[in-house]
C-alpha cells in the first residue's frame, strides 16, 4: 500500500485537492501513529544546521545514504531509508529525535446526515381567501405548495396560522378531520376575528398568542401576510412594535413577506404598506389579484421566491459536523470529497466565490464542514447524486 502525505490545512504546502467532498455518509481513516526516538547515524557531511543526527524511517523504498548531508537543512548524514518508499518523519528541534507514522492506515466508516435546521413559519390570512372560492383555493394550495418544497431539503418546519373562522387550510399539511385542522406539531392554526386593515395590528394584538408556537431554537423564521387591503398601520409603526415582542432584528431571523393586491382588482385595495414593509426590510411580495381570477399553487411565483428565501436564509446553511476524530488524529486534517465530482478546499466564506467549495466553520478549531452557496445549491438542488464523505487523514 502506498504511503500519503497529509498536510494541516494551516499550512501553505495543503493542496485544495486535499481537501473533497465525498456526501452525506462520512467515512474516517485512522492510522495509528508510533512516536519513537531513533538513533541518528554519526554525522559525516559538513555544513547544514546545528543537527548532529539524521532521521531514520522505516517501512520506505530501499535507499541507501539518502540525502546527501552536505549543506542539508537535517545536518549530516541526510535521511537514511530501508525498504518501501521514505517516510514522512519529523524530527525534533535539535533534529536528533522524529515520528515516524505507521504505514498501516485502518478506514473507520461512520454515516452522518446532513444537520437538520429548525424553521418557524407564521401565516397572517385576512377574511380575502372567504370572499372568493378562487382565492381560497389558491392560498390553500399554496401552503402546502410551501410545505411540499421545503420539506424535501433538512428543514423541520412548522406553520403557525392566524386567520377567520372561514378559512380552513387542506390536506396534507392538515389531518382534514375538521376545520381548522389542526396537525399539531406541523400545522398549527389560531382563529382570530379579522379585518383586511386590521391585519398587521392583530399579528401584534395576538402574538401572545402563538409565540409559545416559535422554537427558540428555530435558525429562521418567516411572517407571511395575505390580504386584499391595505393596513392601517404603517409598516415602521409595525416593525417597531414587533421587534419589542419578536425581539429579533429583521433580515437577522425574520423573512417578511406578502401576498397583497398590487392593483384594483375584485374590490381590492393596493397594499401600499405592505410593499413599503418588504421594500424597506426585505422579503418577498406578490400579487393576490391573479388568485381571485383563476386558481394557482403559486400564484405570481410567489411560492416559489419565498421557498428559495427560507431554503437560503443565513440560518440556514448546508453543513455537516465534524464527529470527535480517533485518538491521534485531528479535526483539521480531513479530506472531503463529492462522489461525483472535485472539490476544494477555501479558507473562508470570504474565498468562496463561485467555486463548488467548502471550508471550516472555524479554522482554528473546527466544529462543522461548510458549503460555499455554490456547492449548497448544488445539494439544495438534489445536483450532487452521490453521498458526502469525510476522510480523517493521518498525521
Same mark, same amino acid.
Given at each position: 500500500?502506498?504511503?500519503? +502525505?497529509?498536510?494541516?490545512?494551516?499550512?501553505? !504546502?495543503?493542496?485544495?485537492?486535499?481537501?473533497?467532498?465525498?456526501?452525506?455518509? &462520512?467515512?474516517?481513516?485512522?492510522?495509528?501513529?508510533?512516536?519513537?526516538?531513533?538513533?541518528?547515524?554519526?554525522?559525516?557531511?559538513?555544513?547544514?544546521?546545528?543537527?548532529?543526527?539524521?532521521?531514520?524511517?522505516?517501512?520506505?523504498?530501499? !535507499?541507501?545514504?539518502?540525502?546527501?548531508?552536505?549543506?542539508?537543512?537535517?545536518?549530516?548524514?541526510?535521511?537514511?531509508?530501508?525498504?518501501?518508499? %521514505?517516510?514522512?518523519?519529523?524530527?525534533?528541534?535539535?533534529?536528533?529525535?522524529?515520528?515516524?507514522?505507521? %504505514?498501516?492506515?485502518?478506514?473507520?466508516?461512520?454515516?452522518?446526515?446532513?444537520?437538520?435546521?429548525?424553521?418557524?413559519?407564521?401565516?397572517?390570512?385576512?377574511?380575502?381567501?372567504?370572499?372568493?372560492?378562487?382565492?381560497?383555493?389558491?392560498?390553500?394550495?399554496?401552503?402546502? $405548495?410551501?410545505?411540499? +418544497?421545503?420539506?424535501?431539503?433538512?428543514?423541520?418546519?412548522?406553520?403557525?396560522?392566524?386567520?377567520?373562522?372561514?378559512?380552513?387550510?387542506?390536506?396534507? &399539511?392538515?389531518?382534514?378531520?375538521?376545520?381548522?385542522?389542526? $396537525?399539531?406539531?406541523?400545522? $398549527?392554526?389560531?382563529?382570530?376575528?379579522?379585518?383586511?386593515? /386590521?391585519?398587521?395590528?392583530?399579528?401584534?394584538? $395576538?402574538?401572545?398568542?402563538?409565540?409559545?408556537?416559535?422554537?427558540?431554537?428555530?435558525?429562521?423564521?418567516?411572517?407571511?401576510?395575505?390580504?386584499?387591503?391595505?393596513?392601517?398601520?404603517?409598516?415602521?409603526?409595525?416593525?417597531?412594535?414587533? &421587534?419589542?415582542?419578536?425581539?429579533?432584528?429583521?433580515?437577522?431571523?425574520?423573512?417578511?413577506? %406578502?401576498?397583497?393586491?398590487?392593483?384594483?382588482?375584485?374590490?381590492?385595495?393596493?397594499?401600499?404598506?405592505?410593499?413599503?414593509?418588504?421594500?424597506?426590510?426585505?422579503?418577498? &411580495?406578490?400579487?393576490?389579484?391573479? %388568485?381571485? /381570477?383563476?386558481?394557482?399553487?403559486?400564484?405570481?411565483?410567489?411560492?416559489?421566491?419565498?421557498?428559495? !428565501?427560507?431554503?437560503?436564509?443565513?440560518?440556514?446553511?448546508?453543513?455537516?459536523?465534524?464527529?470527535?476524530?480517533?485518538?491521534?488524529?485531528? +479535526?483539521?486534517?480531513?479530506?472531503?470529497?463529492? +462522489?461525483?465530482?472535485?472539490? /476544494?478546499?477555501?479558507?473562508?466564506?470570504?474565498?468562496?466565490?463561485?467555486?463548488?467549495?467548502?471550508?471550516?466553520?472555524?479554522?482554528?478549531?473546527?466544529?462543522?464542514?461548510?458549503?460555499?452557496?455554490?456547492?449548497?445549491?448544488?445539494?439544495?438542488?438534489?445536483?450532487?447524486?452521490?453521498?458526502?464523505?469525510?476522510?480523517?487523514?493521518? /498525521?
Amino acid at each position: 500500500m502506498s504511503n500519503t +502525505k497529509a498536510h494541516p490545512v494551516s499550512s501553505p !504546502a495543503v493542496s485544495r485537492q486535499t481537501h473533497r467532498l465525498w456526501g452525506v455518509a &462520512l467515512l474516517l481513516s485512522s492510522c495509528s501513529v508510533d512516536r519513537r526516538e531513533v538513533e541518528a547515524p554519526s554525522p559525516d557531511g559538513g555544513g547544514g544546521s546545528s543537527a548532529t543526527g539524521g532521521t531514520l524511517a522505516t517501512g520506505g523504498a530501499s !535507499a541507501s545514504g539518502g540525502v546527501s548531508g552536505a549543506g542539508g537543512a537535517s545536518g549530516a548524514g541526510g535521511t537514511l531509508g530501508s525498504g518501501g518508499s %521514505a517516510g514522512s518523519a519529523v524530527g525534533g528541534a535539535s533534529g536528533t529525535g522524529g515520528t515516524t507514522p505507521d %504505514a498501516g492506515c485502518v478506514p473507520v466508516e461512520q454515516a452522518v446526515a446532513e444537520t437538520v435546521a429548525p424553521v418557524d413559519v407564521v401565516w397572517a390570512i385576512d377574511e380575502a381567501p372567504s370572499k372568493n372560492q378562487n382565492a381560497l383555493t389558491t392560498v390553500q394550495w399554496s401552503m402546502n $405548495n410551501l410545505f411540499q +418544497k421545503l420539506n424535501h431539503f433538512p428543514i423541520d418546519l412548522r406553520f403557525v396560522a392566524l386567520h377567520t373562522p372561514a378559512f380552513c387550510a387542506a390536506p396534507p &399539511l392538515t389531518t382534514g378531520a375538521s376545520c381548522p385542522g389542526a $396537525n399539531p406539531p406541523t400545522y $398549527n392554526p389560531l382563529t382570530v376575528p379579522v379585518v383586511g386593515a /386590521q391585519l398587521l395590528q392583530m399579528v401584534l394584538d $395576538n402574538f401572545s398568542s402563538f409565540e409559545g408556537y416559535l422554537r427558540p431554537n428555530a435558525v429562521a423564521r418567516a411572517l407571511v401576510f395575505v390580504a386584499d387591503d391595505n393596513s392601517s398601520l404603517g409598516a415602521t409603526s409595525f416593525v417597531t412594535e414587533w &421587534l419589542k415582542k419578536g425581539k429579533t432584528p429583521p433580515n437577522s431571523g425574520w423573512i417578511y413577506a %406578502a401576498l397583497v393586491a398590487q392593483s384594483t382588482c375584485s374590490g381590492s385595495t393596493v397594499g401600499s404598506e405592505y410593499t413599503s414593509l418588504i421594500g424597506t426590510y426585505g422579503g418577498v &411580495l406578490g400579487d393576490v389579484c391573479p %388568485a381571485f /381570477q383563476s386558481v394557482s399553487q403559486d400564484p405570481d411565483g410567489f411560492i416559489a421566491k419565498l421557498a428559495n !428565501a427560507i431554503n437560503y436564509a443565513p440560518g440556514i446553511g448546508c453543513y455537516w459536523v465534524i464527529p470527535n476524530p480517533p485518538a491521534g488524529f485531528d +479535526k483539521k486534517l480531513v479530506q472531503v470529497a463529492s +462522489k461525483s465530482q472535485s472539490l /476544494q478546499y477555501v479558507s473562508s466564506s470570504s474565498s468562496c466565490g463561485t467555486d463548488t467549495a467548502w471550508y471550516f466553520d472555524d479554522p482554528k478549531a473546527p466544529t462543522k464542514i461548510v458549503a460555499c452557496p455554490a456547492l449548497c445549491k448544488q445539494v439544495r438542488d438534489k445536483a450532487l447524486p452521490g453521498a458526502i464523505a469525510l476522510t480523517f487523514l493521518c /498525521q
